[in-house]
Structures are given as C-alpha cells and as structure tokens.
C-alpha cells in the first residue's frame, strides 16, 4: 500500500478505538470545523479521528489543531498529521488507513457532514455481519442540485454501469489492508476503482437505507472542477475499461 511520511501536528487520546474516521485535509478551513462538529457529535465515542493534512496553503492546519485542542474531553482520540509533499487524495487515505488501529474505518472527506448516528449504526450493521467487509448509507446531497445519493444495492451489474456509491462509507480494516489500500489515479474516481476490486472478490458490502450523512456538492469538488469535465471523463472511462474489463460505460 502507497502511502506519504508525514508529521505529527497534534495528538491527544491513546488505545484501540473501534472505528477510525479518516479525513484528508486540502484547504478546506472555511467548512472543516462543521465537518469535525459532526464527528463530536456522534452517538458512540468508540472513534479514533486521524486528520491528515495534505499540504494545505490555507489555514486547515491551524483551524483543525485547535479544534482538537479546545475538544480534548469529548471521549475520543484525535490525531492531526501533515503530509511532507502534497500526496493527493489516494496516499492520503492510505496514509489514514495505515495509521488506524481501530477493527473499521471510516472515510470522511473534510467538506461532507455526518449525522449523529451514522458512525453508531454503520459499525453495528457490519457487527451484525461478519461476512460483509463493508457499509454504505444513502447520503443528503445539500449546496447545490438537492438530491438522494446511495440508493443501489453492491451487485456487479449495478457497478458496470457506474459508480453509486460514495467514498463516504465504512470498511473492515483488514479488508483495505488486503486490497492494499486505494489506487493513485490521475483523474480521480478512487474509490469507484475501489468498490470494483472489491466486488471482484465477491466480497460483500452492507447497504443501509437510512439517510445517515451530507454530501456537500459545490464548484470546487475534485469531480466538478477536473473528472467529469469534456474529453477527460471519455479518457477516464477508457482508463477504467482498461483495469476493469467487464464495465459497461458510456
């Protein structure tokens, strides 16, 4: 699994916590500390967040250390790194994932929400399913075309056709280890390449129909600003056949 040496900016919290929420970090201080509010106000305390700061030139840094330092009795562990060169996204989570001790994680991009029980009702449903290697919710979509996202069941005919399934979803560790974590794309759509490894190996991943998380939907998304712009979405699909055989993409 790739992954980026990083430094530690702020740690607080030790012990193995059983879900780890990994969120990378890349100028997002305008919305990160609404993100890190909704992470405090999960009903289980059993979380360890790892915050991986990806070179930001903003303030994120500073805004995500003192949010950490002015929370440290809310039950949780916390951990602030920062990336030593700009990784992007893909190292970055498997940054997060290698440095996780927890049995789940959780991924959480810095601009999205959680609502309170997301994290309590995730974990238990793959407690409940120790053959499932992962969990997934239908997510808000708000700040832009309001809408539904998440409503399909993981079946490989489903993804053929494309990705429905957010990033913001929660996995057996192990499981990420065994597929050495997300692919470095240069176009993006990791964790649709993710998903696809994952339903190869007729691995099975929970769907929970309950409205558990907000998807922020704005200008500035990697997936508006450089993956499904013109001819680069053509070449991304040809660039998915190429790994992915069976997709039936258009």
Known sequence: MITQENDI??????????????????????????????????????????????????????TVKQWMQHRVDIGMSMLLVRNRS?????????????????????MLDADNILYPRCIEKLSNALSA???????????????????????GVF??????HGNFIDAMAMFRRSVLLELEGYEHMPSGWEDYDLWLRLVEMDRIALHVPEILARYRQHDNSMLRTETNVGKNITNLHNFMKNRHPWLDLH
Do not use: M, W
Not at 14 to 40: C, M, Q, R, W
């Open 86 to 106: 700009n990784a992007k996204l893909s190292i970055t989570r498997n940054s997060g994932i290698q440095l996780s001790k927890s049995n789940y994680c959780f």
């Open 9 to 62: 900016i702020f740690s607080h919290g030790t012990g193995k916590h059983l879900v780890s929420i990994i969120v990378p970090l890349f100028n997002y201080a305008d919305v990160i500390g609404e993100t890190l509010n909704s992470v405090a106000s999960q009903t289980t305390k059993d979380i360890a967040l790892i915050v991986i700061d990806d070179c930001s030139t903003d303030h994120s840094v500073n």
């Open 129 to 151: 399913r120790p053959d499932a290697d992962a969990a997934y919710s239908l997510l808000e979509v708000f700040e832009g075309d309001r809408d539904i996202i998440g409503a």
């Open 155 to 160: 079946i490989r005919e489903a993804l053929s």
